[in-house]
């Protein structure tokens, strides 16, 4: 079973940064693409980030040019790095792997993380 490690949510003022992380569970051969979505309360989960194996990017316009994604495929980690923080990033946030393949299968699959609250104050 895959199971996806998150850290590094908490509590910043606005204007802070903070660098969450994703790792996932040993004996995994690859992942297609990592993924971070946010659920703030009241509303539905969203999209945010997701960087390929390849490593090429996206991110949602709302926080384009704030957060930046990055990737160490040898640990299979994932880390978005949150900096010009607002009020309205205060979310959950949730890492996904897509296309997840673990070792000695070809079977790909799709996990979550538990989330990671991301509380930023004004």
């Known amino acids: 079973q895959v199971q996806l490690a998150e850290s590094g949510g908490g509590l910043v003022q606005s204007g802070g940064s903070l660098r969450l992380s994703c790792a996932a569970s040993a004996n995994i051969f690859s992942i297609s693409t990592m993924a971070w979505y946010r659920q703030a309360p009241g509303k539905q989960r969203e999209w945010v980030a997701g960087i390929t194996k390849g490593g090429s990017t996206n991110y949602v316009d709302s926080v384009k040019g704030r957060f930046t994604i990055s990737r160490d495929n040898a640990k299979n980690t994932v880390y978005p790095q949150m900096n010009s923080l607002k009020v309205e990033d205060t979310a959950v946030y949730y890492c996904?792997?897509?296309?997840?393949?673990?070792?000695?299968?070809?079977?790909?699959?799709?996990?979550w993380g538990q989330g990671t609250p991301v509380t930023v104050s004004s």
């Open positions: 996904k792997a897509e296309g997840v393949v673990v070792v000695g299968t070809r079977a790909q699959y799709d996990y």
